[in-house]
């Protein structure tokens, strides 16, 4: 992986959190990191994603609590929303830039990226674990 393409996938993974977070934040009436569950839909496609219905609830079911609060947290509502838009854009980025990426690598990259535990991306080991030193 080339250094020049790998920044500006981390760059781009950046741009897409404060893109989220500023979206979601519009909603957080209470400014305490949660939104009501009714404006998901609002959301996702101010962020330009379109999902069906059926998306939609499945997006929800990943993102709701155990015990459904009828608020969804942005801590989970991130991630899920990171990956959606990280796929269309690193993709998009990845195959149209530089040495193509196949479906794959673009797969095993993301996650590779994502830490299981939090279903978050790690910047710093990310980016540790994507450039590799050249000495």
Do not use: W
């Not at 404006?39 to 059926?54: A, F, H, M, N």
């Amino acid at each position: 992986i080339h250094k020049e393409q790998d920044r500006g996938g981390l760059a781009i993974i950046a741009d897409i959190q404060k893109k989220i977070t500023d979206a979601f934040e519009v909603f957080d009436h209470e400014c305490n990191k949660t939104v009501d569950v009714r404006e998901i839909g609002t959301i996702i496609r101010s962020l330009g994603c379109c999902p069906s219905e059926g998306e939609l609830h499945d997006m929800l079911a990943e993102v709701e609590e155990e015990e459904p609060t009828g608020y969804i947290r942005l801590e989970k509502f991130l991630p899920m929303m990171t990956k959606i838009k990280n796929q269309k854009e690193l993709v998009k980025y990845m195959t149209e830039e530089g040495e193509p990426f196949t479906q794959e690598e673009m797969e095993e990259m993301l996650s590779a990226a994502v830490d299981p535990e939090t279903n978050t991306v790690r910047y710093r080991d990310y980016i540790t674990m994507m450039v590799v030193d050249e000495n």
